[in-house]
Structures are given as structure tokens and as C-alpha cells.
């Protein structure tokens, strides 16, 4: 089979549903979002990404990117990219991408699928969040996710981060995640900034490929948190640790 080739091109308002379509489809098998589909209040990928896209398409600190299928106009997949400590105005152009008439906004809390970025307020567990336990896996992830974010951008930090990357299942190691990523390093060394990332577990190695290091890790054991073993795999099943990756770019030229 021949390697498809593709285009980066803006992501549009229209094109959200697709995208949430392939963000549901794109994590099925990642073991920790299947297990927040069981708790008490399940994690909805699809619902997730079809509520929170056009916030990130309205907000000028953020460019949502897409690869499309240059033989069948499929989206392939899409990377949504933050930036703080560079002005909107420095950012690339990007083939279809509306200009916002709002002020700069403040960056947006990194949100990588399947783990949500919170204030501290926010992720005050309540009686509720105490039992059940995909809320004290969230809680965990949020302060781990809340105390990297005030180490790695402090004030005067420029840098980008991805809040959320998604490749279609029929486009997997075809090099489209990769490109998505390009074009943000690429930004990162034209402006001598660095991007980091809040890697899930299998998408680390796509990350390591593209000039990202791991800075630091929380190995969470799922078990600890879950609310039920695996669905169909046998009474003896377990799902396992589970690793994510703090992971930062640093620029070629500075």
C-alpha cells in the first residue's frame, strides 16, 4: 500500500464532528481512557472533543491543525496546539484559518484527551469524587498535571504545547502524527521557544521520533482505580500500569 500524501491545513468549525468522530475512534484502545468510560461518570472522548473544539477554535492562543487526505479530502488527523509568551500575531499563517476578533486571551490549560487540566478549586474532590475511584485517578492526574505546568511555564516561559493530538486508526504510522508535530517545532525553531507534551502511554514513541525528551513521569497502577476488571478478558485480568510522559522540545537554533 502506497503512503498516502496530505496537506496541514486549518481545522474549521466544520469540521468538528469529523473530529470528534476520529478522537473517540483514535483512543478505543488506549487502556486508560477505556477505563474512565467505566466509572460513575463515564469519559465520553467523542463528547468531550465536540464540546470543547470550538472553544479552542475561538481562542486566539490556540491554531487547531489538520492533515487531510489530498486523494479523498479525509481528515487524517489533528493536532491542537497552544502557545504562551508569543504574540498570535507571530504564529504561522495556516491555509483556512479563521482570525478571531477577540483580544488575546489567556493560553488555555494543556488538555490532553482523556485527562483534564483544573485549578486547584476545581479539582477539590467532593464526598461523591471520594468514592468513586476514576475520580481519584482525575484528581491525581490534575495535581500532577497542575504542579508540572507552574515548573515548566513560568512567567516569561515562550513556549507551545499540544493540548490534544489525534490520528485516525487507518492513518496510524504513516507519518501523519509526526507532521502535525513538525509544525509546531518548526515554530519552536524559528522563535527559539521550546513546546512540551502530556504524552499518553501509546503515544510517547510518536513524540521521541519528533525531538521530544521525557523530563519526568507518574506511573499510575490502573488497578488501584479501577471500578471493575477489564470487560471480556477473563476473571484474572488486569489492567496493568499505565505511563505518562512529560516531554519537552528544545529548539534547533536559539
Not at 89 to 102: C, I, L, N, T
Not at 126 to 141: C, F, M
Not at 221 to 232: C, I, Q, T
Amino acid at each position: 500500500m502506497s503512503t498516502p500524501t496530505f496537506k496541514i491545513r486549518a481545522l474549521t468549525l466544520e469540521d468538528v464532528p469529523a473530529a470528534a468522530q476520529l478522537s473517540a475512534d483514535a483512543f478505543t484502545t488506549d487502556r486508560q481512557t477505556e477505563m474512565k468510560g467505566l466509572g460513575k461518570k463515564p469519559f465520553d472522548m467523542k463528547k468531550y472533543t465536540l464540546d470543547s473544539m470550538p472553544v479552542m477554535l475561538a481562542n486566539p492562543r490556540c491554531v487547531v491543525i489538520k492533515a487531510v487526505d489530498d486523494t479523498n479530502g479525509d481528515i487524517m488527523g489533528y493536532c491542537t496546539w497552544g502557545f504562551r509568551g508569543i504574540a498570535p500575531e507571530e504564529m504561522p499563517a495556516v491555509e483556512g484559518r479563521a482570525h478571531s476578533s477577540r483580544p488575546p486571551a489567556p493560553p488555555p490549560p494543556p488538555s490532553p484527551p482523556a485527562t483534564t487540566a483544573k485549578s486547584d478549586a476545581a479539582s477539590e474532590p467532593t464526598p461523591e469524587d471520594e468514592t468513586d475511584p476514576i475520580q481519584r485517578l482525575q484528581a491525581l492526574t490534575n495535581a500532577d498535571m497542575n504542579a508540572w505546568m507552574a515548573e515548566v511555564m513560568p512567567e516569561g516561559a515562550r513556549c507551545l504545547f499540544v493540548i490534544g493530538l489525534a490520528v485516525a486508526p487507518a492513518y496510524q504510522g504513516r507519518g501523519v502524527g509526526r507532521a502535525l508535530l513538525r509544525w509546531g517545532t518548526d515554530v519552536c525553531d524559528a522563535r527559539g521557544a521550546f513546546a512540551w507534551v502530556h504524552s499518553s502511554e501509546p503515544a510517547w514513541a510518536m513524540y521521541a521520533k519528533s525531538g521530544f525528551e521525557v523530563v519526568r513521569s507518574l506511573d499510575v497502577d490502573l488497578d488501584e482505580y479501577a471500578p471493575m476488571p477489564p470487560p471480556n478478558e477473563g476473571p484474572d485480568a488486569k489492567w496493568g500500569h499505565y505511563v505518562f510522559r512529560y516531554m519537552k522540545y528544545l529548539p534547533k537554533y536559539l
